[in-house]
Every structure is written in C-alpha cells, then in structure tokens.
C-alpha cells in the first residue's frame, strides 16, 4: 500500500529565503508526482506535476525534483514571498491506478 | 484557464438526510474524481469514473454513495444517509486522458457540514 509522508509538518521562514519541502513515498512504481498548493478552506491548485520518467519540472521560482528508486521528491522554492504561504501537498499516482496518493502537507509560513 | 466547478461551497444537513453534491468538470475531459478531506487530515480518494461507470473506488465509497453524470457536464455525487462523520471537505477532479500527461485540476470543494 503506498504510503506518502511530507516533512515537516510545518515551517516558518522569512520572506526572502529559499527553502526546500520534502516529500517520501513507500512504493517506487508510481506513474508521476503531482504538487499542489492549499490555501485555508480552498481548493488544491496544481504547482507542478511530474512524470516518472522526468528528473525535475520547473515554473518561475518552483522547482521540483523526482528521484523514484529511492522514493523522494523535493518542492524548491526561490526567493519566498509572503503571499506564499499555504500548506503544500504533494500526490503521487500508481503505476496501474487512477487515483493520487496524498500526504498530509507541509503548512508553510512566510514571515514579512 | 479551464476550470472545474462545484456547487454548493457550503453545505449543512441534517444527519440521516440525503446530499447531493455537484461538480462540472473541464469540458474536454474524460475522467472525473471525488476525493475528500476531513478537518485535520489527509486528501483521501474515493471513486473514479469513466464512460460512465465507475473504474476505481475506495473502501470508504460503500453503498451510501453514489455517482452520476446526468448528462454532459455534470458530476454529481450522492450520499443517500448522512452521517456526522461525513463532514468534511469534498473536492471534484477532472483529468484529460487515462495517460493523465496534464495532471489532475480540482475544483474549490464543497464544505459538507452534518449535524
């Protein structure tokens, strides 16, 4: 059963620092590795969506990197804003399957 | 940009009544999804549907819930008993295609509140 764990839970940094959120999953046969962004009581919006065979995806100052054998992937963020703040999760699809994993998020918070 | 639509945003009911939850996926695709999320925990699949029937559900979808699409743009799911445990979070996805090479989008949700 494929289990996803995103490390930490919560983070707060100030504005203007690059950081890194961590995301871990227990089974490498995964069909891509989607992040998406929450904001309190909304919607998940698509950040970055990457497929197994792809190493990392960029957009503006998002990175996000895939390494399947050892079950990782890492959501960078360049120069954060405070109007970055939300939590982020990240979801990965089984080869085989339909339906996205999801982990509990990283509640993330940019101090001015 | 293409978005997926649901309605209501908030929904109270009466424990025991039945809900209707709707969704209008992006008009081009082919795959739709409930997933839903309970205060506090994680984003948790429960049924997806293609031409018309279900192709994957998961252990929480049992006979209390049901899908349709009515006709050509809506997506609706029906919970026929609510239970206070129901409450949470149900969110509507759409994907392109089975080879999903554009990813999931998902609608705002529905707050479902049974008291």
């Known amino acids: 059963k494929q289990e996803v764990t995103q490390i930490p839970a919560a983070l707060s940094v100030p504005e203007g620092e690059n950081l890194v959120l961590n995301c871990s999953f227990t089974?490498?046969?995964?069909?891509?590795l989607q992040w998406f962004r929450q904001d309190p009581g909304k919607g998940l919006t698509s950040l970055l969506l990457?497929?197994?065979?792809?190493r990392e995806q960029t957009s503006g100052r998002l990175n996000a990197s895939l390494d399947k054998s050892s079950g990782r992937s890492t959501l960078y963020i360049a120069a954060s804003q405070p109007g970055d703040s939300a939590t982020y999760l990240c979801?990965?699809?089984?080869?085989?399957?339909?339906?996205?994993?999801f982990g509990q998020g990283t509640r993330l918070t940019i101090n001015p | 940009e293409p978005e997926v639509t649901q309605t209501p945003s908030h929904q109270v009911t009466q424990m025991g009544q039945e809900v209707i939850l709707r969704c209008v996926p992006i008009?081009?695709?082919?795959?739709f999804y409930w997933y839903r999320q309970i205060l506090g925990q994680k984003v948790e699949f429960l049924v997806s549907?293609?031409?018309?029937?279900?192709?994957?559900k998961s252990e929480i979808f049992d006979d209390q819930f049901s899908v349709e699409r009515p006709d050509g743009s809506n997506f609706t799911l029906k919970i026929r008993s609510t239970k206070l445990e129901d409450s949470a979070m149900y969110f509507c996805?759409?994907?392109?295609?089975?080879?999903?090479?554009?990813?999931?989008?998902f609608g705002s949700g529905t707050r479902l509140t049974v008291v």
């Open positions: 996805a759409s994907t392109l295609d089975r080879a999903d090479n554009y990813g999931y989008t």
């Open positions: 008009s081009n695709h082919l795959y």
């Open positions: 979801a990965v699809r089984r080869q085989g399957a339909q339906k996205l994993v």
């Open positions: 990457i497929q197994s065979s792809q």
């Open positions: 549907f293609y031409n018309n029937e279900i192709s994957e």
């Open positions: 089974d490498s046969a995964i069909y891509n």
